[in-house]
């Protein structure tokens, strides 16, 4: 059987009249259904001042609608014998349920409750409480965590004042502490319409029947307004800057991150095959120096994040005790250097590729998984099906694109970003 047939998926998509994509994709050989919905809004759907919002709907969501009990959406799929769950990005939000194939009006009824009928069961009582959730999440998880606050120094200083993509997802703290019902409201009103949704039903369903259901339960949920796209000006660092942090942690830790190219891009890929070279394995070029041969560090990865707007790449690695962080840097800039000098070698870009491709494939066991590639693809691409063409961006990656992306990138200015510990002696 040839690649081509084996991830060439047959589906079927239409639109609603409210605007609403909808997805089939039918395997009956499964015992379950899969339905995953995508909002194409993420925290670069926010502004300054008020950023936040698009997690907090990945927690009021399950909060109860006007038809649907709070807790509701979890007690409904898990009696089932279903599992459920949502995720935000920069870019988009997600909910997604797996369940027995006979339940899949369950999940279609839930989801359409929250889109169509959420405003009534929101209150202030729940924003409350969910507004102290999010923030109790932000401490444990970024302002109490080791290394945890990392990402929102880097992307901030990535990324200019004000660009979509330089606050973090969870949002800062101060602006959610100041969430307003009627904000959260018109956040709502704006992005939680079906012309800004697609929707994926997967698995094992009678197709007429299931757009039946589609049409019973999303049909009469009112469009939205038009949403205009996000000015996201492209960013250049003019020169390289230096954060130190202090943390209440042991090992210091560096990151360097650069502004790359977008998802999908011309060097996307091979941006994605050279962290595989650089750090993916024992045999990859930093860990074997950096960890094996020098043992100056703990830790090392890096590791290409492409989002719709644009892309960034970044290196991280923990030192080992006595070792400082500009010895670390010193080699990492080394080990980017030889490549770029001396080119990659057809055996590490075999390796490389077969390690990407490989977990790819792999990650298609599961049918939550699949769905959720299709509405990646419909959202980045417009086309669910690009599997096989999601794969033969890796399989043209040459060992010439590898080193131009490194030398196109990697050799422009940068965030270095120092986490230090907590004392004195670190000043």
Do not use: C
Not at 114 to 123: N, S
Not at 322 to 343: A, Q, S, T, Y
Not at 352 to 366: D, E, H, P, T
Request: charged share 25%; glycine share 6%; aromatic share 12%.
């Amino acid at each position: 059987m040839t690649k081509k047939s084996v991830l060439d998926l047959k589906y079927e998509k239409y639109k609603l009249g409210n605007g609403l994509e909808v997805i089939l994709y039918q395997d009956n050989s499964l015992p379950s259904v899969a339905v995953n919905i995508w909002y194409r809004v993420g925290s670069a759907n926010e502004v300054t001042g008020k950023t936040g919002f698009a997690h907090l709907f990945e927690h009021m969501m399950f909060q109860g609608s006007e038809n649907i009990p709070k807790e509701g959406h979890f007690r409904y799929i898990q009696e089932a014998g279903g599992t459920l769950n949502g995720s935000t990005s920069v870019d988009r939000t997600n909910y997604y349920e797996t369940l027995p194939s006979n339940y899949l009006e369950l999940a279609l009824w839930l989801e359409s409750d929250r889109m169509g009928f959420m405003l009534p069961g929101l209150t202030q009582e729940k924003l409350d409480n969910q507004k102290d959730v999010v923030m109790n999440e932000r401490r444990q998880r970024y302002e109490n965590q080791p290394y945890g606050l990392s990402w929102e120094i880097l992307f901030s200083n990535l990324f200019s004042e004000g660009h979509p993509y330089s606050w973090p997802t969870i949002g800062w703290m101060k602006d959610i502490e100041k969430f307003e019902l009627e904000d959260v409201r018109g956040f709502f009103k704006t992005y939680y319409a079906p012309n800004n949704a697609a929707l994926i039903i997967g698995g094992n369903f009678d197709i007429p029947t299931a757009k039946e259901l589609v049409e019973k339960y999303f049909g009469a949920i009112s469009s939205g307004s038009s949403i205009a796209d996000i000015a996201a000006e492209k960013q250049e660092l003019k020169e390289t800057k230096k954060i130190i942090h202090k943390d209440n942690i042991q090992l210091p830790r560096i990151y360097l991150a650069w502004h790359t190219d977008k998802a999908f891009g011309a060097d996307d890929a091979a941006l994605d095959v050279l962290s595989e070279i650089l750090s993916s394995g024992k045999s990859s070029r930093l860990f074997k120096s950096l960890v094996f041969d020098k043992q100056i560090a703990q830790d090392v990865s890096s590791f290409q994040y492409s989002a719709k707007y644009a892309g960034s790449f970044i290196v991280a690695s923990t030192v080992k005790p006595g070792i400082e962080l500009d010895e670390i840097k010193k080699e990492i800039f080394e080990r980017i250097n030889e490549l770029i000098d001396n080119g990659v070698s057809e055996d590490e870009l075999l390796r490389a590729k077969n390690g990407i491709i490989s977990s790819f494939v792999f990650s298609l066991q599961k049918l939550n998984t699949i769905v959720d590639h299709m509405n990646h693809y419909n959202f980045y691409l417009g086309e669910p099906n690009s599997f096989t063409e999601d794969l033969v961006r890796y399989e043209n990656v040459s060992a010439e694109a590898v080193v131009a992306s490194a030398k196109k990138y990697l050799l422009n200015p940068f965030v270095e970003l120092h986490i230090i510990p907590n004392e004195d002696k670190y000043v």
